[in-house]
């Protein structure tokens, strides 16, 4: 038996790999990140905006970066590659290869003063070469670690640098080493590669300069681009009047290999067209596409309002086969076809959307990790068991194992996490160090002294408000000693920089002026703590949300309502006190809601981790919407996959099964929750310590197309059922399917986005099981995304007849002289297309549980528009809650894959083990207090109390017996309902006392 | 001379868990509204005693806005029922105070709805331009 080691590799350390760090590192693990490039970050950090909610990539990944900076169980591995790896599960010995950074990381303090003065410009890769920066540079500035190295390739060794750094940090005889590291497992993480543009030189990529990749674009959006977010033409720095995109450049296409889809594309085309014309007044931007793949959470309403309010134009059907130049003015001209026309179009710009593929250091991954890969050189895996490599202990997450986006990467990072800790987890805090604070100042008998942070936020902020005027105007504010501006506030140097002015300036209170307190007021509470101050003495003044993007056609008027804001946030800073921290132990144990695939694989998973796992479903029989799907694509027994996954949640001890089980309450917080539950006609009681979501979906019975009138006409899985049961007729001579019955339409906008993969999946089983078969398939877009795509190809090659219909102009289903007859009009050829089926197969919509109205309720946790649930943040936190401690997996989310609900199945165990793994938990402080001189008693505030957390007691007070009430902390929440209940402001919310209200209040009516 | 047109201040209560991420998501999508607002977070709707709405009022607000969780949505189970029972007491008030019923108003924002939110500020600040400056405006 080997010894285990505590401790995990994580190879790669762009958005997937930080995730999984900082997973494993909060579980109680030792974690070496390692990065071949001298700063993490990987492809997110080079990212403007994301998609669907047009969030600023960096401003929602600069708190992770931080984080993953400063982890106190993180070591960076930066400017290092994977050599040799030996051993095996629990116990593997890695060889690593840092190459030599030329800078001491412990003394740079990243002032980038070097760059200022070295002499040799390179293309900068961070900008695709659409700028240069310098042979000693840092990759991008708010990059971590926030040190610069010095790119030996270009470096002339004049010494220069040497001579400029003031902290001596440039070591010009430092070398590259090896070093070993022990681990218990790995995880690999090393993200994707752009498909080569020059091996389509019919787009006259590199040979047209106005033709751009889809990253030279989002680096011209970006504020921190060559052009400060200005689109301009290559040729001539014109501003563009419009703008083309085509799509599938390096994907789809079986020419050159790349047969997958890239998964992508189609969103970011969609998402740089609409920030491409906010940018640029009057610009026209038209996407020419095949399929619209606008299958993720609230991609199909983006997609739509792209359409409809920004007046982006899309042509479907279209693979542009050249882009022709005019050698005057540099214009481009393509053709396209448009319905049943062809037509030609001059544009300023043409952008590539260029396709991803394999790292290109995949075959090295191979070679030193003995690891699996697919025909397209991406790590090999199984639908049932998504994030593992094909060696034990070795497990995979984000774009390695196929194409796929930040949200879906993020829950395999989390998912690889639980995995990797799993067979480790009696090893659990054996290697790691428990963070310490500095102790806590004492800043009873001080004066408020203030420091604001002002934040550009790129140009999120800064494009809107005149940022230097309200930093000038801060300094004025009574109480405030300090006032500066940040391009980006919650970068990890201003973090340094915020500690380093509490100490110098004597700091008792910080205000930061930038986004919402929602998501960074945690970073920036942490940071002062570094500082030596009490977190609560920390206020917000939200600029960006609240302010420049809701103003952003009024910079003066916004300007004037930032100052505002920071003199309100500065009134209530100045009256903030430190609040002492309450502690509470943990049940270390987690309710699950749902037995089907999602729910009982996040309970073995807790099982795993080492904690009780109860798993409540409300059939009598475990399996969930699975139960009904027979095969999967790729042809495994899902049936008896299930069952093995049924088996081992029985048989496992940590695993408590409840079945045919009503959830009739929950109450309680994080750490602490009470279950009652409605069993085998008793009731139970269950203490846990967090809950798991996998409440999983339906499938939609349709009152369209004759379903229920005609037997012939079934939903896909009933379909599913006769394929495998015999039920489809001998000399059944012709099958008709028709896509997005339910979906995508007015009362259910969103795309179900499984359908159409399960209709390729049932229309190739159909013609394996009758070759002769007819099988027709009605789509509007054929959204097959990923390794998917191949099985949507040997359909078309099989035979299966894909026939486009528009939704102002579906398919007409009637029977005629007792024969259905399907009629739709084919788009292109401008023609009516007449079938006979003998089965018609609708692709329906997945819709949400009808039980997650009630659940919402329970836990406080919030639903979608279309009645899924909603997760914290729709990029990096998509199976955690905004209530701590729930977290949420499967279909619970949105429609989704076996593999996905798995993955993020696995997330959720991930994310709850960072809770579960703490000793005792810091709870959020927010409570309500009383002052004993003001209460008289009047107990007006106990029966308002929602936690019954208020009671009445006697006390005796210079020989007189008097009243007050007395509030148990545990079981207050910080509503304030109290506060606001008292006559005589005797109970007050810690924070937000009336005191601090008011002071706002004042300070905002304050005229200037 | 020509009068500048008048623009109101109006201070918006938002509670932390559903109408502070309804502005925050107003803001993430784009949807534009004037910039007569103030938001203050409270944890709860529930939490913003009626004093300090008065209060507001008479040290020269022109309008009050309370947003929460729709009924039943309350992060604390039942906060914004008693914001609701209290709203009618405000509104009381204000008719002793001598002040338009319009000048305040609840609205239950929840976390998925930033077009209401935008919607509901530029009512908001449409029905104060015009009913014009609080009468207990100074100056
Ligand atoms: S938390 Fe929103 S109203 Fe109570």
């Known amino acids: 038996m080997v010894d285990k080691v505590g401790a995990v590799l994580v190879v790669g350390g762009g958005i997937a790999g930080m995730q999984a760090s900082l997973d494993l590192a909060d579980s109680g693990y030792k974690v070496y990140l390692l990065d071949k490039s001298p700063n993490i970050g990987g492809a997110m950090s080079q990212l403007d905006k994301t998609f669907p909610t047009n969030d600023c990539a960096m401003c929602i990944m600069a708190p992770k970066l931080v984080e993953t900076g400063r982890h106190h169980n993180i070591e960076l591995l930066t400017g290092a590659s994977l050599e040799a790896v030996q051993g095996s599960p629990g116990n593997?010995?890695?060889?690593?290869?840092?190459?030599?950074?030329?800078?001491?990381?412990?003394?740079?303090?990243?002032?980038?003063?070097?760059?200022?003065?070295?002499?040799?410009?390179?293309?900068?890769?961070?900008?695709?070469?659409?700028?240069?920066?310098?042979?000693?540079?840092?990759?991008?500035?708010?990059?971590?670690?926030?040190?610069?190295?010095?790119?030996?390739?270009?470096?002339?060794?004049?010494?220069?640098?040497?001579?400029?750094?003031?902290?001596?940090?440039?070591?010009?005889?430092?070398?590259?080493?090896?070093?070993?590291?022990?681990?218990?497992?790995?995880?690999?993480?090393?993200?994707?590669?752009l498909f080569d543009l020059a091996r389509k030189p019919q787009y006259g990529y590199g040979v047209y300069p106005n033709v751009l990749s889809s990253l030279e674009l989002e680096r011209m959006l970006s504020a921190t681009g060559p052009h400060a977010g200005m689109v301009l033409r290559p040729s001539d720095g014109e501003v563009p009047r419009n703008i083309a995109f085509i799509q599938c450049v390096g994907s789809r296409d079986k020419q050159i290999g790349n047969t997958y889809c890239s998964s992508v594309c189609c969103m970011f085309s969609i998402k740089e067209a609409i920030i491409a014309k906010e940018h640029t007044p009057g610009l026209e931007a038209h996407i020419f596409f095949m399929d619209m793949r606008a299958y993720g959470k609230e991609f199909d309403a983006y997609y739509s309002r792209a359409e409809e309010e920004h007046g982006i134009r899309f042509t479907r059907g279209n693979r542009i086969s050249s882009v022709e130049e005019d050698p005057v003015t540099h214009n481009l001209f393509m053709t396209y076809v448009d319905g049943a026309d062809l037509k030609t179009e001059e544009f300023d710009i043409v952008v590539l959307s260029v396709g991803t593929e394999a790292p290109v250091d995949t075959d090295k991954l191979k070679q030193v990790l003995g690891i699996d890969l697919n025909a397209h050189s991406f790590c090999e895996t199984n639908i049932f068991d998504p994030l593992s490599t094909s060696e034990p202990g070795i497990y995979v997450c984000g774009a390695f194992s196929s194409p796929k986006d930040i949200p879906d990467s993020v829950a395999q990072a989390s998912g690889a996490a639980a995995m990797a800790s799993s067979h480790i987890s009696t090893e659990r805090n054996k290697l790691v160090e428990i963070r310490e604070f500095p102790p806590e100042k004492d800043i009873s008998d001080?004066?408020?002294?203030?420091?604001?942070?002002?934040?550009?936020?790129?140009?999120?902020?800064?494009?809107?408000?005149?940022?230097?005027?309200?930093?000038?105007?801060?300094?004025?504010?009574?109480?405030?000693?300090?006032?500066?501006?940040?391009?980006?506030?919650?970068?990890?140097?201003?973090?340094?920089?915020?500690?380093?002015?509490?100490?110098?300036?004597?700091?008792?209170?910080?205000?930061v002026a930038s986004c919402t307190p929602r998501t960074h007021a945690p970073l920036f509470m942490n940071t002062i703590r570094d500082g030596g101050l009490n977190p609560y003495l920390f206020e917000m003044a939200n600029i960006r949300e609240h302010c420049s993007w809701v103003h952003s056609k009024e910079p003066e008027k916004a300007t004037q309502k930032a100052k505002d804001l920071v003199r309100m946030a500065v009134a209530k800073a100045a009256l903030l006190e430190p609040i002492p921290p309450i502690k509470i132990s943990i049940a270390k144990s987690a309710l699950i809601i749902g037995g089907g695939i999602a729910g009982m694989t996040a309970a073995l998973?807790?099982?795993?981790?080492?904690?009780?796992?109860?798993?409540?479903?409300?059939?009598?029989?475990?399996?969930?919407?699975?139960r009904r799907i027979h095969f999967a694509l790729s042809g495994e027994d899902v049936q008896a996959r299930m069952n093995e996954l049924i088996d081992k949640v029985k048989s496992n001890e940590r695993v408590h099964v409840y079945t045919k089980a009503k959830?009739?309450?929950?109450?309680?917080?994080?750490?602490?929750?009470?279950?009652?539950?409605?069993?085998?006609?008793e009731e139970k009681q269950i203490r846990h310590g967090v809950v798991l979501v996998a409440t999983g979906g339906i499938e939609l019975k349709p009152d369209e197309y004759l379903y229920g009138e005609d037997p012939r006409v079934v939903t896909q899985l009933e379909y599913e059922d006769m394929l495998t049961n015999g039920g489809l007729k001998e000399g059944t001579k012709s099958v008709a399917m028709i896509q997005c019955v339910g979906s995508r339409k007015e009362e259910r906008p969103y795309c179900s986005r499984i359908c159409c993969t399960e209709t390729i999946?049932?229309?190739?089983?159909?013609?394996?099981?009758?070759?002769?078969?007819?099988?027709?398939?009605?789509?509007?877009?054929?959204?097959?995304?990923?390794?998917?795509?191949?099985?949507?190809?040997?359909?078309?090659?099989?035979?299966?007849?894909?026939?486009?219909?528009?939704?102002?102009?579906?398919?007409?289903?009637?029977?005629?002289?007792?024969?259905l007859e399907l009629t739709a009009k084919d788009p292109f050829l401008?023609?009516?297309?007449?079938?006979?089926?003998?089965?018609?197969?609708?692709?329906?919509?997945?819709?949400?549980?009808?039980?997650?109205?009630?659940?919402?309720?329970?836990?406080?946790?919030?639903?979608?528009?279309?009645?899924?649930?909603?997760?914290?943040?729709?990029?990096?936190?998509?199976?955690?809650?905004?209530?701590?401690?729930?977290?949420?997996?499967?279909?619970?989310?949105?429609?989704?894959?076996?593999?996905?609900?798995?993955?993020?199945a696995n997330a959720?165990?991930?994310?709850?083990?960072?809770?579960?793994?703490?000793?005792?938990?810091?709870?959020?402080?927010?409570?309500?207090?009383?002052?004993?001189?003001?209460?008289?008693?009047?107990?007006?505030?106990?029966?308002?109390?929602?936690y019954d957390a208020i009671t009445l007691i006697e006390y005796m007070s210079d020989g007189a017996v008097k009243k007050t009430v007395d509030v148990d902390e545990t079981a207050c929440k910080g509503c304030g309902v109290c506060q606001a209940t008292c006559p005589k402001e005797g109970i007050f919310v810690r924070g937000f006392t009336l005191d601090q209200i008011n002071a706002m209040i004042e300070a905002a009516l304050e005229v200037t | 001379?020509?009068?500048?047109?008048?623009?109101?201040?109006?201070?918006?209560?938002?509670?932390?868990?559903?109408?502070?991420?309804?502005?925050?998501?107003?803001?993430?999508?784009?949807?534009?509204?004037?910039?007569?607002?103030?938001?203050?977070?409270?944890?709860?709707?529930?939490?913003?005693?009626?004093?300090?709405?008065?209060?507001?009022?008479?040290?020269?607000?022109?309008?009050?806005?309370?947003?929460?969780?729709?009924?039943?949505?309350?992060?604390?189970?039942?906060?914004?029922?008693?914001?609701?029972?209290?709203?009618?007491?405000?509104?009381?008030?204000?008719?002793d105070f001598g002040l338009e019923p319009e000048r305040f108003r609840l609205e239950w924002v929840s976390a998925s709805e930033g077009d209401k939110f935008a919607r509901v500020m530029n009512e908001m600040v449409e029905t104060i331009k015009a009913l014009g400056p609080s009468p207990y405006k100074m100056g």
Not at chain 1, 132 to 159: M, N, W
Not at chain 1, 786 to 807: D, H, L, Q, S, T
């Open chain 1, 908 to 946: 959720a165990v991930s994310r709850a083990t960072t809770i579960l793994a703490q000793e005792e938990l810091e709870l959020e402080a927010t409570k309500s207090c009383v002052i004993d001189a003001k209460c008289d008693g009047c107990a007006y505030c106990v029966d308002p109390c929602p």
């Open chain 1, 663 to 681: 959830i009739k309450d929950i109450e309680g917080f994080i750490g602490s929750f009470m279950t009652t539950l409605e069993h085998e006609g």
């Open chain 2, 1 to 95: 001379m020509e009068e500048e047109e008048f623009e109101p201040l109006i201070i918006a209560f938002c509670c932390n868990w559903c109408s502070y991420a309804g502005a925050d998501l107003a803001g993430v999508s784009r949807f534009q509204y004037p910039p007569n607002i103030r938001v203050i977070r409270t944890m709860c709707s529930g939490m913003v005693h009626p004093n300090l709405v008065m209060d507001a009022l008479t040290k020269g607000a022109d309008g009050i806005i309370i947003c929460g969780c729709h009924i039943g949505d309350c992060h604390y189970l039942e906060g914004n029922v008693v914001t609701e029972k209290r709203a009618e007491a405000i509104e009381l008030m204000l008719e």
């Open chain 1, 92 to 193: 593997f010995l890695v060889t690593i290869k840092k190459t030599a950074r030329k800078v001491d990381e412990t003394k740079c303090t990243g002032c980038g003063l070097c760059t200022n003065f070295c002499p040799v410009e390179v293309p900068d890769e961070y900008n695709v070469g659409l700028v240069t920066r310098k042979a000693i540079y840092v990759k991008y500035p708010q990059a971590v670690p926030a040190v610069v190295s010095i790119d030996l390739e270009h470096c002339i060794g004049c010494g220069i640098c040497e001579g400029q750094c003031e902290a001596e940090a440039i070591i010009y005889d430092q070398e590259e080493h090896m070093m070993d590291i022990e681990v218990g497992s790995i995880v690999v993480a090393p993200g994707f590669d």
């Open chain 1, 830 to 904: 401008d023609e009516e297309i007449v079938v006979s089926p003998d089965v018609v197969m609708l692709a329906v919509a997945t819709l949400p549980n009808a039980d997650n109205e009630d659940l919402s309720t329970f836990l406080k946790i919030p639903l979608t528009k279309d009645k899924f649930f909603l997760e914290a943040h729709m990029k990096l936190r998509p199976v955690d809650f905004a209530t701590e401690g729930v977290f949420l997996c499967g279909l619970a989310h949105s429609p989704k894959f076996v593999e996905e609900c798995l993955a993020q």
């Open chain 1, 446 to 511: 001080e004066d408020s002294r203030i420091g604001a942070f002002i934040c550009h936020c790129g140009i999120n902020i800064g494009g809107v408000v005149d940022v230097p005027a309200v930093v000038e105007y801060a300094k004025t504010l009574p109480n405030v000693v300090y006032a500066e501006d940040n391009v980006y506030t919650c970068s990890q140097d201003t973090q340094s920089k915020i500690v380093e002015t509490i100490k110098e300036h004597n700091l008792n209170r910080v205000i």
């Open chain 1, 761 to 819: 999946k049932n229309a190739l089983k159909t013609k394996e099981m009758m070759p002769d078969a007819n099988v027709y398939v009605f789509h509007r877009d054929m959204r097959t995304y990923g390794f998917r795509e191949n099985y949507y190809r040997e359909a078309a090659e099989k035979g299966v007849v894909f026939v486009r219909y528009y939704p102002e102009n579906p398919p007409k289903l009637t029977v005629n002289d007792g024969k």
């Open chain 1, 605 to 626: 998973g807790i099982a795993d981790q080492g904690f009780d796992a109860y798993l409540v479903e409300k059939k009598d029989e475990l399996g969930g919407m699975t």
